[in-house]
């Protein structure tokens, strides 16, 4: 007699709702639940090879872009746990191999989450406190050579910040996001993020306008860091089309990075002076080039040039996806719109979604003199979205042409019912969830 089918595994859908059940918010900032999760997993958060701890408001996820393809073309083995993911959550977890990294798998994932599930017993614990503690299960499963840890909200009482003594602590670009949680200055915000600053642990921080630094500055002294800052221990330009970084080892003339906006010099600037003020991997210049023209990161500047959406669209246009979702995340966007204006000009349209709790005022207000065509959409399959007439209202205070529209899909649809003399240049904006969306409704999620 043939054995029984083994009943398969139910998908991964299903866990994290049950797993997100455990806590009646979503964001409950502290440590204690974690703490409290890693003694009964048996601490794998001690068991885990070097890690460096990113946070800050814009370009965490860039800069841990460029720090992994940097290190991978040195030959190491880098685990990177990021967060939020865009269409699967497999994407933040990423497993160090030999050669580079892959996503993990559904079902090992799956096993990790059970474990943590298992260990916390029922007890209330947030979904991000979980996936977290996963991270840590399995990157203390699998050798590799470094972790790259992003936080997922502040920093001080995020549940990455359970690290004693990592390798390095990195503060990218802080600004006003999250006010609800972390403050309504940039003082209080810059605070929370200087939180993962460790007792004499290097920390490299990106330019900050000057209250945020003060703050950091503040808790480097307060933990005897040596600080690295962007514009004083560490330079980074551009020169000829090039990225010229300085410090006091000397200089580095290198090609300019893949991802698109001047930005994004300063994200690989940022990586950069990381790994040049950590002594435990010695990286030579070649493996500082190839990483920085090699790093890709989803949704920040992607030109989309072909999939089911694209289709839709206007022909001969080109489309930009960018996941910016407030003020500075704008400011950045716009300004690499500002420089593809100089190159070829085209009529711009902003097709925005945002979350609830953002400052859209604040958020469209960067596009106010590079379009007056904005189309407002929901983003789908989300809780506490902006309503599109709310989005509306906040466009048409800058004297915009605003329109609603059901979808991404169907924005496109009626921009190619329109008589342009030159293609438009279309950016897809607002949110990191609409960003999501968008890949995987054109077939080109990020892998």
């Known amino acids: 007699m043939n054995a029984p089918a083994a009943k398969p595994a139910p998908p991964l859908g299903e866990l994290i709702a049950r797993l997100s059940a455990l806590h009646p918010k979503r964001i409950d900032l502290g440590l204690e639940r974690m703490l409290r999760l890693l003694e009964r997993l048996k601490h794998p958060e001690r068991m885990l090879p070097p890690v460096i701890h990113v946070a800050g408001t814009n370009g965490k996820g860039s800069t841990i872009a460029y720090l992994r393809a940097i290190l991978e073309a040195a030959g190491l083995r880098v685990h990177v746990y990021t967060s939020p993911y865009m269409v699967r959550i497999n994407e933040s977890f990423r497993l160090g191999r030999v050669g580079g990294g892959t996503l993990v798998d559904d079902d090992e994932l799956r096993a990790a989450l059970e474990h943590c599930e298992r260990a916390n017993a ?225 009529p711009l349209v902003v097709i925005v979604g945002m979350m609830a709790n953002k400052d859209a005022s604040a958020f469209l207000a960067n596009f106010a003199g590079l379009t007056r065509h904005i189309i407002a959409v929901q983003i789908p399959d989300r809780d506490n979205t902006m309503p599109p007439d709310r989005l509306a209202d906040a466009a048409r205070q800058f004297g915009m042409r605003v329109e609603s529209s059901a979808s991404v899909e169907a924005a496109l649809r009626s921009l190619a019912r329109l008589a342009y003399e030159v293609p438009p240049r279309i950016l897809i904006a607002g949110s990191l969830y609409l960003a999501g969306h968008v890949l995987a409704a054109n077939g080109t999620p990020p892998g």
């Not at 900050?208 to 330009?237: G, K, T, Y």
């Open 122 to 346: 029922g007890a209330p614990i947030t979904i991000f406190e979980v996936e977290t503690a996963a991270a840590f299960c399995l990157f203390a499963q699998h050798a590799a050579d470094v972790v790259l840890l992003e936080v997922g909200l502040g920093g001080r009482l995020d549940a990455t910040n359970v690290i004693d003594t990592p390798l390095a602590s990195v503060i990218a670009p802080v600004s006003m996001d999250h006010t609800e949680f972390l403050g309504d200055t940039l003082t209080a915000i810059a605070r929370e993020k200087a939180g993962i600053i460790k007792r004499g642990v290097p920390a490299i921080c990106a330019e900050q306008p000057s209250e945020a630094m003060d703050a950091i500055e503040q808790q480097a002294r307060r933990m005897h860091a040596l600080l690295h800052r962007a514009s004083q221990e560490w330079h980074v330009n551009v020169e000829r089309g090039r990225l010229v970084y300085q410090d006091d080892r000397g200089l580095m003339d290198l090609a300019a990075p893949k991802l698109f906006g001047r930005h994004q010099f300063d994200n690989a600037g940022l990586a950069i002076a990381t790994l040049r003020a950590q002594n435990r991997f010695k990286i030579d210049a070649a493996a500082f080039e190839a990483g920085i023209v090699n790093a890709e990161w989803p949704a920040r500047m992607q030109r989309l040039a072909s999939g089911a959406l694209v289709d839709q669209a206007p022909q001969g246009c080109e489309i930009w996806l960018d996941g910016g979702h407030n003020a500075e995340g704008g400011r950045v966007a716009a300004a690499a719109l500002g420089d593809l204006e100089e190159r070829v000009s085209r």
